[in-house]
């Protein structure tokens, strides 16, 4: 019997982690400077929480309906070419110019371009048919029975993520969180790595799909 394996990815602030899960129920999770080793790690599909399909301009529809369900963990304002201005400051007076006041972005959105960046470089309409785009925080709505959970960065909604993925598998991320102190790995990061692990074995639901962006690549989100 062949075991697949199902990868899960998000970014930190030096690099990125992943979590793994197979067929068998073995689990892990690993990290690196650089996306490309971490995707050389064999696997039938994987999950990145990262924007995959970039408009020039707007805001993606799918970004606007996961808020609707899960609030403002959804970033807004996610756009091609957003690593290419000097600065935020830049970056928001040429969108308050060209597409109004309020229409900016968000310094959380601006911290992780280079890693829009890095991602938007190896995908391709090709590659994302097993390499898909997730939002942790609408794969624990899914995983809860569509209701929102406690903020994440409380001591409850940290436990109730916890039990939802240990019931899903991932019986040593107790374990691993005592095991990342030293690597740069937020606790939340490793997490939502495995929220999005998760997804890429059982998701078959997404948001979006319909937009195209200008190198061919689906605006979804899968949960």
Request: proline share 4%.
């Amino acid at each position: 019997m062949r075991v697949n394996s199902y990868l899960g990815l998000d970014g930190f602030r030096f690099g990125w982690v992943a979590a793994w899960i197979d067929d068998l129920g073995d689990h892990g999770f690993d990290y690196s400077p650089g996306l490309m080793r971490l995707l050389a790690i064999p696997h039938a599909r994987a999950m990145i929480d990262m924007p995959i399909g970039l408009p020039l301009s707007g805001y993606r529809a799918c970004d606007l309906r996961a808020r609707e369900l899960v609030g403002p963990a959804v970033f807004l304002g996610a756009r091609r070419d957003l690593w290419t201005f000097p600065d935020m400051a830049a970056a928001n007076r040429h969108y308050w110019e060209h597409e109004g006041k309020g229409r900016g972005v968000s310094a959380q959105l601006w911290n992780i371009r280079d890693k829009m960046k890095e991602l938007d470089e190896i995908i391709t309409p090709a590659r994302q048919a097993v390499i898909g785009e997730a939002h942790p925080e609408l794969i624990f709505w899914n995983l809860a029975g569509r209701v929102r959970l406690a903020r994440k960065t409380s001591a409850h909604g940290r436990e109730q993520r916890i039990a939802l993925l240990e019931q899903h598998g991932f019986t040593r991320l107790p374990k691993w969180l005592t095991l990342r102190h030293g690597t740069g790995i937020g606790r939340d990061d490793l997490i939502d790595s495995c929220a999005c692990a998760v997804a890429a074995r059982d998701s078959t639901q997404r948001i979006g799909g319909e937009e195209i962006d200008p190198r061919g690549l689906r605006m979804e989100i899968n949960f």
